[in-house]
């Protein structure tokens, strides 16, 4: 199946730096990611749409400014927590969907980046 | 409001009986549907993609089923194993294509 890789799984900062995860889509090309957001015992919910050349696209309540995405290649988007506070500690899940040529309309999620916030 | 309803937060059963989880939706007009397994710690991993067209679909010992007048899925794991043991996840696609998820079904099967 499709892999998306994920960087760093885990990081520790001090409040008031700012963090960058990768996302990566391996054996794929995706013009649309996502980004997500999971707190304990909880689900997962959309902080933003990802598309290539393009600006994001961020949910109700998302700082855009404060959760920077670009979406460089078709293989690459980034998400920088900028100014990271506590509160922003949590577990991030970035997306893929497969909808290129011979895609199948699935996403393909990476493992997740656990951010710690000090 | 768009919802989508998974049954109980935790579903306990022993090993090689057969599971089985609903996901309910309202206030949407799916194309597919789709389940995932989340292990702690880890992202979600697709398991299985259901279609409008499609009543029933399988993958080894996992089978879905898909209701768009009950506007239901059922997933079911035959033979469990204790390896089962995870959170599964219904998810519907928004009209952007990005995924709005149930909270997920507990399942702990134990030997």
């Known amino acids: 199946g499709a892999v998306v890789s994920q960087h760093p799984s885990r990081v520790i900062c001090k409040s008031g730096t700012s963090v960058k995860i990768e996302c990566r889509s391996l054996?794929?090309?995706?013009?649309?990611m996502f980004w997500y957001r999971q707190f304990p015992k909880q689900s997962l919910m959309l902080m933003a749409t990802?598309?290539?050349?393009?600006?994001?696209?961020?949910e109700q309540g998302v700082e855009k400014d404060k959760f920077l995405i670009n979406h460089a290649s078709l293989t690459l988007s980034t998400l920088t927590v900028t100014s990271a506070h506590p509160e922003d500690s949590s577990f991030y899940i970035c997306?893929?969907?497969?909808?290129?040529?011979?895609?199948?309309?699935?996403?393909?999620f990476g493992p997740g980046t656990r951010l710690t916030v000090l | 409001s768009q919802k989508i309803e998974q049954n109980s937060e935790a579903l306990n059963i022993q090993e090689g009986k057969t599971a089985t989880l609903t996901c309910n939706y309202t206030?949407?007009?799916?194309?597919?549907l789709q389940w995932y397994r989340q292990d702690p710690g880890r992202g979600p991993v697709f398991l299985l993609l259901?279609?409008?067209?499609?009543k029933e679909k399988r993958k080894e010992r996992l089978k879905v089923t898909f209701d768009t007048t009950l506007k239901q899925s059922l997933f079911h794991i035959t033979a469990s194993q204790p390896a089962d043991s995870a959170t599964y996840l219904c998810?519907?696609?928004?009209?952007?294509?990005?995924?709005?998820f149930g909270k997920g079904t507990s399942l702990l099967v134990t030997p």
């Open positions: 997306s893929a969907r497969d909808s290129g040529q011979g895609g199948t309309d699935t996403q393909y």
């Open positions: 054996d794929f090309q995706a013009t649309t």
């Open positions: 990802s598309n290539e050349g393009s600006k994001a696209t961020y």
């Open positions: 206030n949407y007009s799916p194309a597919y």
């Open positions: 259901i279609r409008e067209n499609e």
């Open positions: 998810a519907l696609e928004n009209s952007g294509y990005a995924l709005n």
